[in-house]
């Protein structure tokens, strides 16, 4: 009796010590075409999604477009043109530095302003100021622009683009997290003489 006990114990340990099955290459390969058809899927699905939400997105921007202070009006004395910054109020943590956005300030009469985007209205490349010869000028492709932000000569097709501007306590904000584009209104001087703004 005590030997069949101990032959089953021994039985029993060999079956649970038994080496398991080998994988059959047809399985093998079914579980890896599974695994790359998943993960296929989930970077197929990503885009799709974005663009299903981008809308609900975009309304979220637009809530987000805020007022932001370029500082105190007396940074900009009357009758100059000065370069100042503000940071983007749409930006994200991986933006750093690129969402100080520069603009040019130009301080007109005593409530008087304009506000001009930096970038060319031709490709986008930032213009600057020259005060001698009283324009802006883009070093890309030679554009240039009058101090009221009317486009003068090059490639442009329109004047420069300006923010929307108000004073409060003394200080100078624009209405930031909109991107000026061609379908933005021109700058004043250019309602004034739209010719000056077409391309010649």
């Known amino acids: 009796m005590p030997e069949q006990i101990f032959d089953q114990q021994s039985t029993g340990d060999h079956a649970a010590t038994s080496p398991p099955k080998p994988i059959s290459r047809r399985n093998m390969l079914m579980v890896l075409g599974i695994g790359i058809n998943a993960v296929a899927a989930t970077l197929f699905s990503v885009p799709i999604i974005g663009y299903i ?3 609900a997105r975009q309304r979220e921007m637009r809530a987000d477009l805020a007022w932001v202070s370029l500082g105190q009006i007396t940074q900009f004395p009357e009758g100059e043109t000065r370069l100042a910054t503000y940071r983007n109020p749409l930006v994200r943590p991986s933006d750093g ?3 100080n956005i520069p ?4 301080h007109i009469s005593a409530d008087k302003w304009q506000v001009f985007a930096i970038n060319c209205t031709h490709l986008g490349c930032p213009v600057r100021w020259f005060p001698q010869s009283g324009l802006f000028m883009c070093p890309c492709h030679g554009g240039a622009y009058y101090a009221d932000g009317a486009r003068a000569s090059g490639p442009p097709p329109r004047g ?3 923010y929307d501007y108000k004073v409060e306590n003394n200080e100078l904000w624009i209405k930031a997290g909109q991107v000026p584009t061609l379908a933005s209104p021109p700058s004043q001087a250019c309602a004034d003489q739209p010719k000056m703004c077409e391309c010649a």
């Open 97 to 99: 530095d690129t969402a």
């Open 53 to 55: 939400f981008a809308p």
């Open 103 to 106: 603009c040019w300030v130009r």
């Open 160 to 162: 420069l683009f300006e």
